[in-house]
């Protein structure tokens, strides 16, 4: 540029768009070359070749093949010798492939993302959980139990009981089953819970496989993998009708527990669902009263097509499927373009 040379043809031969040559000039930085694969000086305080050398040595001495970067900088500062920080141990060690795990003991392992139900129809997948609603007196509380199928989020059984056992897990269960003819339908039916004894006793189980109910259960301390019922619980609980200071009997909790779920089941249009009750889509009535949604909208389009942007209406198409625990899509896509 000094000989004459226009900006953006200087920086056209030097490989570097015009943009950032200025963003380098405006940093002060306007002689220095900060593209990844420039090649820079040596720094005045770097580790010698000796120095990186004896870090090597010492990491591998069989008094320190089982300690960390941090352990060994600490046994040598006892000793009253320092070869370098922790820090340039770990990256001397990472630039000879020896930033590994030392000694015998085992990498942890990440939890199994648990394998996803998906639920296309009713009677498919069911969740059921336990929560606890206030009482009059402080800390005792009432115990809600639900059953839930996963497709249509109807409630399928629901009982309140003061304690949590598994006689009142196995009386849920039986009840639900009554509710859909699940043992006269011979259904490959999937019920999932988090991991509390009432939910996964011996009993339980054995009564779930007579009827041939598939138990499922979620991970360790994973709420998320029991979600759906876990925002039912909060439905309830923030609900208008709900007791603030707490219900005074287990007869008024259970006469509560019930309208609520008539509420829920009945006229509650969930938005999940595409603003349909449970009830309609457990019974397939979704996809009739979707249509003529779909039709109304559509005939307010053709009178007056100017009002709707880019002539689409209203997503009025039924939900076809639910996962349990379904995958995060942008997880997917990071996990596609490291492949890459």
């Given at each position: 540029m000094r000989k004459g040379a226009t900006q953006e043809k200087a920086c056209w031969e030097a490989g570097v768009s015009a943009r950032t040559y200025r963003r380098w000039r405006d940093q002060g930085d306007e002689g220095a070359d900060k593209r990844p694969g420039a090649v820079r000086p040596k720094p005045a305080n770097a580790l010698t070749e000796a120095e990186r050398a004896e870090i090597v040595r010492v990491a591998n001495l069989p008094e320190n093949a089982s300690k960390t970067p941090a352990e060994i900088v600490v046994d040598l500062a006892d000793n009253e010798t320092y070869l370098a920080c922790e820090s340039s141990f770990y990256r001397v060690l990472d630039a000879n492939h020896q930033n590994v795990r030392r000694g015998r003991a085992r990498a942890p392992k990440t939890k199994a993302a648990l394998v996803t139900h998906v639920a296309a129809a009713p009677q498919q997948v069911w969740v059921w959980d336990i929560t606890w609603l206030p009482s009059k007196v402080a800390g005792i509380?009432?115990?809600?139990?639900?059953?839930?199928?996963?497709?249509?989020?109807?409630?399928?059984?629901?009982?309140?009981?003061?304690?949590?056992?598994?006689?009142?897990?196995?009386?849920?269960?039986?009840?639900?089953?009554?509710?859909?003819?699940?043992?006269?339908?011979?259904?490959?039916?999937?019920?999932?819970?988090?991991?509390?004894?009432?939910?996964?006793?011996?009993?339980?189980?054995?009564?779930?496989?007579?009827?041939?109910?598939?138990?499922?259960?979620?991970?360790?301390?994973?709420?998320?993998?029991?979600?759906?019922?876990?925002?039912?619980?909060?439905?309830?609980?923030?609900?208008?009708?709900?007791?603030?200071?707490?219900?005074?009997?287990?007869?008024?909790?259970?006469?509560?527990?019930?309208?609520?779920?008539?509420?829920?089941?009945?006229?509650?249009?969930?938005?999940?669902?595409?603003?349909?009750?449970?009830?309609?889509?457990?019974?397939?009535?979704?996809?009739?009263?979707?249509?003529?949604?779909?039709?109304?909208?559509?005939?307010?389009?053709?009178?007056?097509?100017?009002?709707?942007?880019?002539?689409?209406?209203?997503?009025?198409?039924?939900?076809?499927?639910?996962?349990?625990?379904?995958?995060?899509?942008?997880?997917?896509?990071?996990?596609?373009?490291?492949?890459?």
């Open positions: 509380f009432f115990k809600l139990y639900i059953i839930m199928d996963l497709f249509s989020r109807k409630i399928i059984a629901s009982e309140v009981w003061e304690e949590e056992n598994a006689a009142h897990s196995k009386e849920l269960v039986r009840r639900g089953a009554l509710a859909e003819n699940i043992a006269a339908n011979s259904l490959k039916l999937i019920l999932h819970g988090d991991n509390g004894s009432p939910l996964k006793a011996g009993t339980v189980l054995a009564l779930m496989y007579a009827l041939g109910i598939t138990p499922s259960h979620s991970r360790p301390r994973v709420s998320n993998d029991n979600a759906y019922a876990e925002a039912f619980f909060r439905t309830a609980k923030y609900h208008p009708t709900m007791v603030p200071d707490g219900f005074d009997s287990l007869q008024n909790a259970r006469q509560w527990a019930a309208s609520f779920v008539q509420w829920y089941n009945h006229d509650h249009k969930h938005k999940a669902l595409n603003f349909v009750t449970p009830h309609q889509k457990h019974t397939g009535e979704d996809v009739h009263l979707l249509a003529k949604r779909h039709q109304l909208y559509q005939h307010h389009r053709n009178k007056n097509p100017g009002r709707w942007i880019k002539g689409q209406t209203r997503d009025w198409t039924p939900v076809l499927s639910t996962a349990l625990n379904p995958p995060d899509n942008r997880t997917i896509e990071k996990n596609i373009k490291k492949s890459a």
